[in-house]
Protein backbone atom coordinates (compact mmCIF):
# COMPACT_ATOMS: atom_id res chain seq x y z
CA UNK A 1 0.00 0.00 0.00
CA UNK A 2 1.19 3.44 -0.64
CA UNK A 3 1.65 6.12 1.87
CA UNK A 4 0.25 9.23 0.34
CA UNK A 5 2.84 11.94 0.73
CA UNK A 6 1.78 14.33 3.47
CA UNK A 7 0.64 17.27 2.33
CA UNK A 8 2.27 20.71 3.18
CA UNK A 9 0.31 23.43 5.91
CA UNK A 10 0.67 26.10 3.20
CA UNK A 11 2.91 26.49 -0.19
CA UNK A 12 4.24 30.54 -0.64
CA UNK A 13 4.94 31.54 -4.16
CA UNK A 14 8.60 33.41 -4.25
CA UNK A 15 10.25 34.39 -7.11
CA UNK A 16 13.46 33.32 -5.53
CA UNK A 17 14.00 31.45 -1.95
CA UNK A 18 17.32 31.78 -0.38
CA UNK A 19 18.34 29.66 2.10
CA UNK A 20 20.59 31.07 4.95
CA UNK A 21 20.49 34.48 6.84
CA UNK A 22 24.48 34.80 6.96
CA UNK A 23 25.94 37.74 5.15
CA UNK A 24 25.89 36.00 1.95
CA UNK A 25 22.21 35.82 2.48
CA UNK A 26 21.21 38.94 3.94
CA UNK A 27 23.22 40.43 0.64
CA UNK A 28 21.73 37.78 -1.82
CA UNK A 29 18.05 39.33 -0.04
CA UNK A 30 19.41 42.99 -0.67
CA UNK A 31 20.26 42.44 -4.16
CA UNK A 32 16.91 40.52 -5.64
CA UNK A 33 15.00 42.69 -3.98
CA UNK A 34 16.22 45.48 -5.63
CA UNK A 35 15.57 43.89 -8.79
CA UNK A 36 12.27 43.41 -8.11
CA UNK A 37 12.43 39.76 -7.01
CA UNK A 38 9.79 38.88 -4.28
CA UNK A 39 12.51 37.11 -2.68
CA UNK A 40 11.94 35.32 0.99
CA UNK A 41 15.36 34.06 3.18
CA UNK A 42 15.04 30.74 5.14
CA UNK A 43 17.19 30.54 8.35
CA UNK A 44 17.51 27.19 10.60
CA UNK A 45 18.62 29.37 13.70
CA UNK A 46 16.30 32.07 15.63
CA UNK A 47 18.30 35.10 14.22
CA UNK A 48 20.28 36.50 11.42
CA UNK A 49 24.57 36.36 10.95
CA UNK A 50 25.00 32.97 9.86
CA UNK A 51 28.66 31.72 11.45
CA UNK A 52 28.52 35.57 13.43
CA UNK A 53 25.01 33.63 15.56
CA UNK A 54 26.25 30.48 15.89
CA UNK A 55 29.78 30.63 17.32
CA UNK A 56 29.49 32.34 20.01
CA UNK A 57 32.29 30.65 22.06
CA UNK A 58 34.98 32.89 24.24
CA UNK A 59 37.55 34.47 21.53
CA UNK A 60 35.84 33.56 18.68
CA UNK A 61 36.68 36.88 16.15
CA UNK A 62 37.71 36.67 12.61
CA UNK A 63 41.20 36.75 11.41
CA UNK A 64 40.85 38.89 8.26
CA UNK A 65 41.27 42.50 9.17
CA UNK A 66 37.24 44.30 10.66
CA UNK A 67 38.35 46.95 7.91
CA UNK A 68 38.38 44.02 5.24
CA UNK A 69 36.16 41.94 6.79
CA UNK A 70 32.53 44.16 5.66
CA UNK A 71 30.25 44.90 2.95
CA UNK A 72 31.52 47.03 0.58
CA UNK A 73 28.46 47.09 -1.87
CA UNK A 74 26.94 50.74 -0.26
CA UNK A 75 29.73 53.42 0.51
CA UNK A 76 27.48 54.91 2.86
CA UNK A 77 27.41 51.55 5.03
CA UNK A 78 31.29 51.73 4.89
CA UNK A 79 31.66 55.47 6.08
CA UNK A 80 28.69 54.84 9.16
CA UNK A 81 29.81 52.14 10.37
CA UNK A 82 33.06 52.44 13.03
CA UNK A 83 34.87 49.28 13.80
CA UNK A 84 36.87 49.13 17.47
CA UNK A 85 39.37 46.47 16.66
CA UNK A 86 41.77 45.16 14.27
CA UNK A 87 40.05 41.79 14.25
CA UNK A 88 36.81 42.30 15.12
CA UNK A 89 35.09 39.95 18.02
CA UNK A 90 32.13 37.50 17.05
CA UNK A 91 30.03 40.38 19.27
CA UNK A 92 31.44 43.02 17.10
CA UNK A 93 30.66 41.30 13.48
CA UNK A 94 26.80 40.23 14.89
CA UNK A 95 26.17 43.79 15.64
CA UNK A 96 26.80 44.97 12.47
CA UNK A 97 24.75 42.13 10.57
CA UNK A 98 22.11 43.10 12.60
CA UNK A 99 22.79 46.83 12.14
CA UNK A 100 22.36 45.74 8.24
CA UNK A 101 19.71 43.99 8.56
CA UNK A 102 18.31 46.51 9.84
CA UNK A 103 19.43 49.49 8.14
CA UNK A 104 18.62 47.88 4.25
CA UNK A 105 14.97 46.67 5.75
CA UNK A 106 15.79 43.17 5.53
CA UNK A 107 14.25 41.01 8.42
CA UNK A 108 11.00 40.99 7.27
CA UNK A 109 11.92 39.14 4.23
CA UNK A 110 13.48 36.07 6.77
CA UNK A 111 11.78 33.73 7.98
CA UNK A 112 13.64 32.27 11.11
CA UNK A 113 13.88 29.28 13.66
CA UNK A 114 13.28 27.05 10.07
CA UNK A 115 15.46 24.27 8.01
CA UNK A 116 14.66 23.56 4.42
CA UNK A 117 14.83 19.67 4.45
CA UNK A 118 14.05 19.52 0.72
CA UNK A 119 13.59 20.76 -2.51
CA UNK A 120 12.18 19.00 -5.85
CA UNK A 121 12.76 20.66 -9.06
CA UNK A 122 9.72 20.62 -11.30
CA UNK A 123 10.92 20.34 -14.59
CA UNK A 124 7.97 21.26 -16.74
CA UNK A 125 7.22 24.29 -14.60
CA UNK A 126 10.72 25.58 -14.37
CA UNK A 127 10.16 26.03 -10.29
CA UNK A 128 11.55 24.49 -7.74
CA UNK A 129 9.47 22.94 -4.52
CA UNK A 130 11.26 23.29 -1.10
CA UNK A 131 10.06 21.98 2.19
CA UNK A 132 10.94 22.80 5.37
CA UNK A 133 11.00 20.97 8.90
CA UNK A 134 8.83 23.83 10.04
CA UNK A 135 6.02 21.68 7.80
CA UNK A 136 5.24 24.82 5.37
CA UNK A 137 6.40 25.02 2.07
CA UNK A 138 7.47 27.05 -1.01
CA UNK A 139 7.32 27.40 -4.51
CA UNK A 140 10.66 29.31 -6.31
CA UNK A 141 11.60 29.97 -9.89
CA UNK A 142 15.28 30.32 -8.09
CA UNK A 143 16.61 28.39 -5.54
CA UNK A 144 19.81 29.85 -3.89
CA UNK A 145 21.85 27.71 -1.56
CA UNK A 146 23.39 30.58 0.86
CA UNK A 147 23.91 27.90 3.56
CA UNK A 148 27.88 28.33 4.50
CA UNK A 149 30.97 26.29 4.32
CA UNK A 150 31.16 26.26 7.64
CA UNK A 151 27.69 26.09 9.48
CA UNK A 152 27.34 22.00 9.92
CA UNK A 153 29.87 21.36 13.06
CA UNK A 154 30.88 17.98 13.65
CA UNK A 155 31.76 16.25 16.78
CA UNK A 156 34.52 13.56 16.66
CA UNK A 157 33.13 9.71 16.23
CA UNK A 158 34.54 8.55 19.43
CA UNK A 159 31.70 6.27 20.94
CA UNK A 160 30.42 7.79 24.37
CA UNK A 161 29.63 11.05 23.61
CA UNK A 162 26.02 10.75 25.15
CA UNK A 163 27.51 9.16 28.30
CA UNK A 164 28.63 12.50 29.62
CA UNK A 165 27.63 13.48 33.11
CA UNK A 166 28.83 16.83 32.97
CA UNK A 167 28.50 20.01 30.62
CA UNK A 168 28.94 19.53 26.77
CA UNK A 169 29.17 22.32 24.43
CA UNK A 170 30.31 22.63 20.70
CA UNK A 171 32.54 25.95 19.54
CA UNK A 172 29.86 25.91 16.66
CA UNK A 173 26.76 25.86 18.80
CA UNK A 174 27.48 28.09 21.78
CA UNK A 175 24.55 28.82 24.24
CA UNK A 176 23.47 32.48 23.72
CA UNK A 177 24.33 33.11 27.82
CA UNK A 178 28.00 33.51 28.64
CA UNK A 179 29.44 30.33 29.88
CA UNK A 180 31.60 30.38 33.53
CA UNK A 181 34.08 27.88 33.66
CA UNK A 182 35.79 29.14 37.14
CA UNK A 183 37.30 26.49 39.22
CA UNK A 184 36.56 23.90 37.22
CA UNK A 185 38.38 20.84 34.97
CA UNK A 186 37.68 21.33 31.41
CA UNK A 187 38.32 19.62 28.63
CA UNK A 188 38.91 21.02 24.59
CA UNK A 189 39.11 18.45 22.04
CA UNK A 190 40.33 20.00 18.97
CA UNK A 191 43.28 22.59 17.87
CA UNK A 192 41.74 23.48 14.67
CA UNK A 193 40.93 27.83 14.68
CA UNK A 194 38.13 27.72 17.48
CA UNK A 195 40.50 25.98 19.56
CA UNK A 196 43.24 28.35 19.18
CA UNK A 197 41.34 31.51 19.72
CA UNK A 198 39.17 29.28 22.45
CA UNK A 199 41.87 27.84 24.56
CA UNK A 200 43.82 30.65 26.57
CA UNK A 201 40.61 32.34 27.23
CA UNK A 202 39.04 29.45 28.95
CA UNK A 203 42.04 28.83 30.85
CA UNK A 204 42.38 31.90 31.99
CA UNK A 205 39.20 30.41 34.00
CA UNK A 206 39.53 26.91 34.34
CA UNK A 207 40.82 25.47 37.76
CA UNK A 208 42.29 22.55 34.91
CA UNK A 209 42.45 22.70 31.48
CA UNK A 210 43.73 19.65 29.60
CA UNK A 211 43.69 20.25 25.79
CA UNK A 212 42.81 16.88 23.22
CA UNK A 213 45.51 17.33 20.46
CA UNK A 214 44.76 15.20 17.04
CA UNK A 215 47.04 17.36 14.55
CA UNK A 216 48.86 20.81 15.72
CA UNK A 217 48.00 23.57 13.32
CA UNK A 218 50.53 26.17 12.83
CA UNK A 219 49.46 29.45 13.94
CA UNK A 220 50.48 33.03 14.03
CA UNK A 221 49.82 36.13 16.64
CA UNK A 222 46.92 37.96 15.53
CA UNK A 223 48.71 40.87 17.52
CA UNK A 224 45.03 42.51 17.49
CA UNK A 225 44.80 46.34 19.00
CA UNK A 226 41.93 48.96 19.38
CA UNK A 227 41.76 50.75 15.94
CA UNK A 228 43.19 53.95 15.92
CA UNK A 229 40.25 56.52 14.77
CA UNK A 230 42.67 58.57 12.55
CA UNK A 231 43.92 55.02 10.69
CA UNK A 232 40.12 54.21 10.35
CA UNK A 233 39.75 57.28 8.79
CA UNK A 234 42.26 57.03 6.41
CA UNK A 235 40.96 53.63 4.99
CA UNK A 236 37.34 55.23 4.83
CA UNK A 237 38.72 58.04 2.68
CA UNK A 238 40.89 55.31 0.31
CA UNK A 239 38.14 52.37 0.72
CA UNK A 240 37.40 52.27 -3.03
CA UNK A 241 40.85 51.91 -4.23
CA UNK A 242 41.40 49.61 -1.35
CA UNK A 243 38.65 47.66 -1.80
CA UNK A 244 39.30 47.19 -5.75
CA UNK A 245 43.10 45.78 -4.53
CA UNK A 246 41.31 43.37 -2.51
CA UNK A 247 38.73 42.36 -5.43
CA UNK A 248 42.07 41.42 -7.64
CA UNK A 249 44.25 40.15 -5.27
CA UNK A 250 44.97 35.90 -4.36
CA UNK A 251 43.03 35.74 -1.38
CA UNK A 252 41.12 38.81 -1.15
CA UNK A 253 43.30 40.60 1.18
CA UNK A 254 45.63 43.03 -0.44
CA UNK A 255 49.55 42.49 0.00
CA UNK A 256 52.38 42.98 -1.87
CA UNK A 257 52.97 40.46 -5.08
CA UNK A 258 55.92 38.20 -4.17
CA UNK A 259 58.49 38.28 -7.05
CA UNK A 260 61.11 35.75 -5.66
CA UNK A 261 61.55 32.02 -4.81
CA UNK A 262 62.16 31.28 -1.09
CA UNK A 263 65.14 29.25 -2.16
CA UNK A 264 66.67 31.67 -4.20
CA UNK A 265 67.75 34.23 -1.31
CA UNK A 266 70.32 33.56 1.55
CA UNK A 267 68.54 32.57 4.78
CA UNK A 268 69.36 35.44 6.49
CA UNK A 269 67.36 37.76 3.93
CA UNK A 270 64.53 34.91 4.23
CA UNK A 271 64.41 35.10 8.25
CA UNK A 272 64.16 38.85 8.15
CA UNK A 273 61.19 39.04 5.65
CA UNK A 274 59.07 36.34 7.72
CA UNK A 275 60.43 38.24 10.46
CA UNK A 276 58.36 41.44 8.89
CA UNK A 277 55.27 39.38 7.91
CA UNK A 278 55.15 37.71 11.43
CA UNK A 279 52.18 39.28 13.67
CA UNK A 280 51.14 41.49 10.02
CA UNK A 281 47.88 39.66 8.82
CA UNK A 282 46.73 36.05 8.34
CA UNK A 283 48.29 35.90 4.37
CA UNK A 284 51.56 37.67 4.61
CA UNK A 285 53.58 34.49 5.83
CA UNK A 286 52.09 32.73 2.86
CA UNK A 287 52.46 35.27 0.29
CA UNK A 288 56.26 35.81 1.15
CA UNK A 289 57.40 34.14 -1.41
CA UNK A 290 56.34 32.48 -4.91
CA UNK A 291 57.09 28.86 -4.13
CA UNK A 292 55.93 28.70 -0.32
CA UNK A 293 52.55 26.64 -1.51
CA UNK A 294 53.82 25.11 -4.47
CA UNK A 295 57.11 23.72 -3.68
CA UNK A 296 57.70 21.72 -0.71
CA UNK A 297 61.28 23.04 -0.15
CA UNK A 298 60.24 26.28 -0.04
CA UNK A 299 57.38 25.65 2.00
CA UNK A 300 59.36 24.08 4.25
CA UNK A 301 61.44 27.26 5.28
CA UNK A 302 58.16 29.16 6.47
CA UNK A 303 56.94 26.08 8.34
CA UNK A 304 60.63 25.59 10.13
CA UNK A 305 60.04 29.52 10.48
CA UNK A 306 56.82 28.89 12.72
CA UNK A 307 58.42 25.96 14.61
CA UNK A 308 60.94 27.97 16.03
CA UNK A 309 58.47 30.55 17.34
CA UNK A 310 57.06 28.19 19.06
CA UNK A 311 59.87 26.51 20.46
CA UNK A 312 60.99 30.18 21.83
CA UNK A 313 57.46 30.51 22.96
CA UNK A 314 56.53 27.15 24.85
CA UNK A 315 59.32 26.22 27.85
CA UNK A 316 58.40 22.71 27.82
CA UNK A 317 60.56 21.19 25.06
CA UNK A 318 58.28 18.36 24.66
CA UNK A 319 55.05 19.83 24.72
CA UNK A 320 56.66 22.43 22.14
CA UNK A 321 57.64 19.24 19.35
CA UNK A 322 54.03 18.19 19.75
CA UNK A 323 52.36 21.47 19.43
CA UNK A 324 55.03 21.77 16.13
CA UNK A 325 53.24 20.81 12.94
CA UNK A 326 55.28 17.85 10.96
CA UNK A 327 52.79 15.93 9.12
CA UNK A 328 51.80 18.59 6.37
CA UNK A 329 53.33 22.35 4.60
CA UNK A 330 52.48 25.38 6.01
CA UNK A 331 48.86 27.18 4.92
CA UNK A 332 47.64 23.87 3.69
CA UNK A 333 45.37 23.62 6.69
CA UNK A 334 44.01 26.86 7.51
CA UNK A 335 46.46 29.21 9.26
CA UNK A 336 45.24 30.89 12.20
CA UNK A 337 45.89 33.57 14.18
CA UNK A 338 45.94 33.60 18.19
CA UNK A 339 46.31 35.90 20.97
CA UNK A 340 48.57 34.14 23.24
CA UNK A 341 47.71 30.19 22.10
CA UNK A 342 51.45 29.03 22.48
CA UNK A 343 52.24 30.59 25.60
CA UNK A 344 49.41 29.29 27.76
CA UNK A 345 51.19 25.62 27.42
CA UNK A 346 53.39 27.53 29.95
CA UNK A 347 50.68 27.66 32.52
CA UNK A 348 51.11 24.85 35.58
CA UNK A 349 47.28 24.03 35.13
CA UNK A 350 46.91 23.58 31.25
CA UNK A 351 47.92 20.13 29.81
CA UNK A 352 48.21 18.82 26.35
CA UNK A 353 47.29 15.22 25.12
CA UNK A 354 48.73 14.52 22.28
CA UNK A 355 46.24 11.72 20.57
CA UNK A 356 48.73 10.82 17.88
CA UNK A 357 50.83 9.36 20.74
CA UNK A 358 47.85 8.27 22.80
CA UNK A 359 44.68 8.20 20.70
CA UNK A 360 41.00 8.65 21.71
CA UNK A 361 39.19 5.54 22.89
CA UNK A 362 36.18 7.18 24.59
CA UNK A 363 34.04 9.48 26.33
CA UNK A 364 33.04 8.29 29.72
CA UNK A 365 30.66 9.50 32.18
CA UNK A 366 33.85 11.27 33.98
CA UNK A 367 35.36 12.50 31.54
CA UNK A 368 38.23 11.20 28.74
CA UNK A 369 39.90 8.47 27.73
CA UNK A 370 43.25 7.54 25.83
CA UNK A 371 44.24 4.33 25.41
CA UNK A 372 46.61 5.35 28.24
CA UNK A 373 44.43 7.01 30.95
CA UNK A 374 41.18 8.73 31.70
CA UNK A 375 41.22 12.20 32.68
CA UNK A 376 38.60 13.41 34.62
CA UNK A 377 36.50 16.95 34.07
CA UNK A 378 33.54 18.73 34.79
CA UNK A 379 33.11 20.35 31.19
CA UNK A 380 33.45 18.93 28.04
CA UNK A 381 34.29 21.29 24.88
CA UNK A 382 34.48 20.21 21.17
CA UNK A 383 36.39 22.34 18.88
CA UNK A 384 36.13 20.04 16.43
CA UNK A 385 35.33 21.81 13.60
CA UNK A 386 32.85 21.29 10.62
CA UNK A 387 31.55 18.95 7.49
CA UNK A 388 32.84 22.08 5.89
CA UNK A 389 31.90 23.07 1.74
CA UNK A 390 29.31 20.63 0.98
CA UNK A 391 27.82 19.24 4.66
CA UNK A 392 25.34 21.92 4.42
CA UNK A 393 24.10 21.69 1.22
CA UNK A 394 23.86 17.78 1.59
CA UNK A 395 22.15 17.69 4.35
CA UNK A 396 19.28 18.78 2.10
CA UNK A 397 17.05 16.13 -0.34
CA UNK A 398 17.65 17.77 -3.91
CA UNK A 399 16.41 16.43 -6.70
CA UNK A 400 17.37 17.93 -9.60
CA UNK A 401 15.88 17.15 -13.45
CA UNK A 402 14.64 13.12 -14.31
CA UNK A 403 14.69 12.18 -9.84
CA UNK A 404 18.68 12.62 -10.11
CA UNK A 405 19.83 13.76 -6.37
CA UNK A 406 22.67 16.07 -5.49
CA UNK A 407 24.04 13.46 -3.01
CA UNK A 408 24.22 10.90 -5.99
CA UNK A 409 25.92 13.79 -7.88
CA UNK A 410 28.29 14.22 -5.37
CA UNK A 411 29.29 11.31 -4.52
CA UNK A 412 32.85 10.95 -6.13
CA UNK A 413 33.03 14.80 -4.37
CA UNK A 414 31.66 17.93 -5.68
CA UNK A 415 31.33 18.90 -9.10
CA UNK A 416 30.33 22.29 -10.26
CA UNK A 417 30.47 25.16 -12.85
CA UNK A 418 32.51 27.71 -11.07
CA UNK A 419 31.28 26.85 -7.78
CA UNK A 420 27.90 28.43 -8.57
CA UNK A 421 25.48 25.61 -10.47
CA UNK A 422 25.43 21.57 -11.40
CA UNK A 423 24.08 20.80 -14.41
CA UNK A 424 20.38 19.20 -14.47
CA UNK A 425 20.03 21.28 -11.41
CA UNK A 426 18.46 24.34 -13.08
CA UNK A 427 17.67 27.37 -11.24
CA UNK A 428 20.02 26.00 -8.08
CA UNK A 429 22.27 28.52 -7.63
CA UNK A 430 25.05 27.94 -4.26
CA UNK A 431 26.65 30.99 -2.93
CA UNK A 432 30.63 30.01 -2.50
CA UNK A 433 29.95 26.41 -3.33
CA UNK A 434 32.75 24.29 -4.00
CA UNK A 435 35.03 24.82 -6.92
CA UNK A 436 34.81 28.38 -6.30
CA UNK A 437 37.74 30.36 -4.24
CA UNK A 438 35.29 30.72 -1.16
CA UNK A 439 37.19 29.33 2.11
CA UNK A 440 41.00 30.05 0.70
CA UNK A 441 39.53 33.98 0.75
CA UNK A 442 37.86 36.74 2.53
CA UNK A 443 34.66 35.52 2.48
CA UNK A 444 33.41 38.96 2.39
CA UNK A 445 34.72 39.41 -1.02
CA UNK A 446 33.98 36.62 -2.38
CA UNK A 447 30.49 36.50 -1.30
CA UNK A 448 29.61 39.89 -3.03
CA UNK A 449 31.17 38.45 -5.77
CA UNK A 450 28.89 35.43 -6.14
CA UNK A 451 25.84 37.58 -5.07
CA UNK A 452 26.42 40.02 -8.04
CA UNK A 453 27.06 37.36 -10.77
CA UNK A 454 23.76 35.61 -9.39
CA UNK A 455 21.78 38.77 -9.13
CA UNK A 456 23.40 40.32 -12.36
CA UNK A 457 22.45 36.64 -14.29
CA UNK A 458 19.34 36.91 -13.02
CA UNK A 459 18.44 39.99 -14.65
CA UNK A 460 20.20 39.32 -17.91
CA UNK A 461 18.39 36.19 -18.07
CA UNK A 462 15.39 38.28 -17.31
CA UNK A 463 15.77 40.75 -19.44
CA UNK A 464 15.36 38.16 -22.68
CA UNK A 465 12.17 36.56 -21.01
CA UNK A 466 13.58 33.68 -19.92
CA UNK A 467 13.37 31.92 -16.39
CA UNK A 468 15.28 28.75 -16.64
CA UNK A 469 19.32 29.04 -15.93
CA UNK A 470 21.50 25.81 -15.95
CA UNK A 471 24.57 25.01 -16.31
CA UNK A 472 25.81 22.45 -19.15
CA UNK A 473 27.40 19.56 -18.18
CA UNK A 474 30.49 20.37 -20.52
CA UNK A 475 31.24 23.59 -18.44
CA UNK A 476 30.84 21.87 -15.68
CA UNK A 477 33.23 19.31 -16.26
CA UNK A 478 35.39 21.78 -17.88
CA UNK A 479 35.34 23.99 -14.61
CA UNK A 480 36.15 20.73 -12.13
CA UNK A 481 38.86 19.53 -13.97
CA UNK A 482 40.35 22.77 -13.20
CA UNK A 483 39.77 23.21 -10.24
CA UNK A 484 41.30 19.69 -9.80
CA UNK A 485 44.40 20.75 -11.69
CA UNK A 486 45.14 24.24 -10.61
CA UNK A 487 44.64 22.28 -6.63
CA UNK A 488 47.36 19.04 -7.74
CA UNK A 489 49.71 22.29 -8.47
CA UNK A 490 49.90 22.99 -5.05
CA UNK A 491 50.55 21.53 -1.47
CA UNK A 492 47.33 21.42 -0.18
CA UNK A 493 46.13 17.90 -1.46
CA UNK A 494 48.78 16.61 0.69
CA UNK A 495 47.79 17.62 3.78
CA UNK A 496 44.60 15.98 5.99
CA UNK A 497 42.46 18.91 6.24
CA UNK A 498 38.82 19.79 5.47
CA UNK A 499 39.45 21.37 2.03
CA UNK A 500 39.82 18.15 1.72
CA UNK A 501 36.56 16.65 3.57
CA UNK A 502 39.70 14.48 5.53
CA UNK A 503 38.04 15.55 8.55
CA UNK A 504 34.74 13.49 7.95
CA UNK A 505 34.68 9.83 8.22
CA UNK A 506 33.63 8.27 4.32
CA UNK A 507 33.80 12.13 2.63
CA UNK A 508 35.68 11.74 -0.49
CA UNK A 509 38.77 13.25 -0.64
CA UNK A 510 39.35 15.55 -2.91
CA UNK A 511 40.56 19.53 -2.80
CA UNK A 512 37.24 20.95 -3.02
CA UNK A 513 38.26 25.32 -3.19
CA UNK A 514 39.41 26.54 -6.27
CA UNK A 515 43.34 28.43 -5.84
CA UNK A 516 43.17 29.95 -8.66
CA UNK A 517 43.07 33.27 -6.84
CA UNK A 518 40.04 35.75 -5.89
CA UNK A 519 40.99 38.35 -8.11
CA UNK A 520 41.63 35.21 -12.05
CA UNK A 521 38.33 33.80 -10.55
CA UNK A 522 36.39 37.63 -10.44
CA UNK A 523 37.93 38.04 -14.14
CA UNK A 524 36.55 34.67 -15.62
CA UNK A 525 33.05 35.31 -14.09
CA UNK A 526 33.14 38.82 -15.57
CA UNK A 527 34.54 37.81 -19.08
CA UNK A 528 31.58 35.17 -18.67
CA UNK A 529 29.07 37.78 -18.41
CA UNK A 530 30.40 39.85 -20.91
CA UNK A 531 30.36 37.20 -22.93
CA UNK A 532 26.77 36.13 -22.75
CA UNK A 533 27.24 33.65 -19.88
CA UNK A 534 28.59 30.72 -22.32
CA UNK A 535 28.59 27.30 -20.31
CA UNK A 536 25.13 28.71 -19.06
CA UNK A 537 22.15 27.65 -21.17
CA UNK A 538 18.90 29.86 -20.95
CA UNK A 539 15.32 28.72 -21.61
CA UNK A 540 11.82 28.68 -20.71
CA UNK A 541 9.68 26.57 -18.99
CA UNK A 542 7.66 24.02 -21.03
CA UNK A 543 4.14 24.47 -19.05
CA UNK A 544 4.54 28.27 -18.58
CA UNK A 545 2.52 29.62 -15.49
CA UNK A 546 -1.26 30.55 -15.98
CA UNK A 547 -0.95 34.84 -16.27
C1 LIG B 1 34.63 30.42 13.85
C2 LIG B 1 34.73 30.90 12.43
C3 LIG B 1 35.61 31.91 12.10
C4 LIG B 1 35.67 32.37 10.79
N1 LIG B 1 36.58 33.34 10.49
C5 LIG B 1 36.64 33.80 9.23
C6 LIG B 1 37.58 34.80 8.86
O1 LIG B 1 38.38 35.22 9.67
N2 LIG B 1 37.60 35.25 7.58
C7 LIG B 1 36.74 34.76 6.65
O2 LIG B 1 36.79 35.20 5.50
N3 LIG B 1 35.85 33.80 6.96
C8 LIG B 1 35.79 33.31 8.21
N4 LIG B 1 34.91 32.31 8.51
C9 LIG B 1 34.04 31.78 7.46
C10 LIG B 1 32.61 32.35 7.58
O3 LIG B 1 31.77 31.26 7.59
C11 LIG B 1 32.33 33.30 6.42
O4 LIG B 1 33.23 34.38 6.50
C12 LIG B 1 30.93 33.88 6.36
O5 LIG B 1 30.44 34.27 7.61
C13 LIG B 1 29.98 32.92 5.68
O6 LIG B 1 28.74 33.53 5.48
P1 LIG B 1 27.60 32.73 4.75
O7 LIG B 1 26.40 33.59 4.78
O8 LIG B 1 28.08 32.25 3.44
O9 LIG B 1 27.40 31.41 5.61
P2 LIG B 1 27.04 31.24 7.14
O10 LIG B 1 27.43 32.41 7.92
O11 LIG B 1 27.55 29.92 7.56
O12 LIG B 1 25.45 31.19 7.13
C14 LIG B 1 24.74 30.11 6.61
C15 LIG B 1 23.42 30.04 7.32
O13 LIG B 1 22.62 29.07 6.64
C16 LIG B 1 21.85 28.43 7.59
N5 LIG B 1 21.46 27.14 7.03
C17 LIG B 1 22.26 26.15 6.59
N6 LIG B 1 21.52 25.12 6.12
C18 LIG B 1 20.22 25.49 6.28
C19 LIG B 1 18.98 24.86 5.99
N7 LIG B 1 18.93 23.64 5.44
N8 LIG B 1 17.83 25.50 6.28
C20 LIG B 1 17.86 26.75 6.84
N9 LIG B 1 19.02 27.39 7.13
C21 LIG B 1 20.18 26.77 6.86
C22 LIG B 1 22.74 28.28 8.80
O14 LIG B 1 21.99 28.15 9.98
C23 LIG B 1 23.53 29.58 8.76
O15 LIG B 1 22.96 30.54 9.61
C24 LIG B 1 34.84 31.81 9.80
C25 LIG B 1 33.99 30.77 10.13
C26 LIG B 1 33.94 30.31 11.43
C27 LIG B 1 33.01 29.17 11.74
Not at 135 to 154: F, N, P, R
Not at 234 to 247: I, L
Request: charged share 25%; aromatic share 10%.
Amino acid sequence: MSVPTPRPASVTTVDALVVGAGLAGLYMLHRLRGQGLDTVVVEAGDGVGGTWYWNRYPGARCDVESLEYSYSFSAELEQEWDWTEKYPTQPEILRYVEHVADRFGLRDGVRLSTTVTAARYDDARGRWHVTTDAGDAYDAEQLIMATGCLSVAKTPEVPGTDTFAGRTFHTGHWPHEPVDFTGRRVAVIGTGSSGIQTIPLIAEQAAELTVFQRTPNFSMPASNRPLDPAEQAARKQDYPAHREAARTSGFGVPVEAATQSALEVSDDERDARYEAAWGVNLVGLLSSYTDTIVDRAANDTAAEFVRRKIRATVQDPEVAEALSPRDHPFGTKRPCLDTNYYATYNRDHVHLVDLRATPLAEITPRGVRTSEREYEVDDLVFATGFDAMTGALLRIDVVGRDGATLRDRWADGPTTNLGLQVAGFPNLWMITGPGSPSVLSNMMVSIEQHVDFVADCLAFAHGRGETVVESTPEAETEWTEHVRVAGEATLYPQANSWYMGSNVPGKPRRFMAYIGGVGAYRQHCDDLAARGYPGFVFSSPRVPEPA
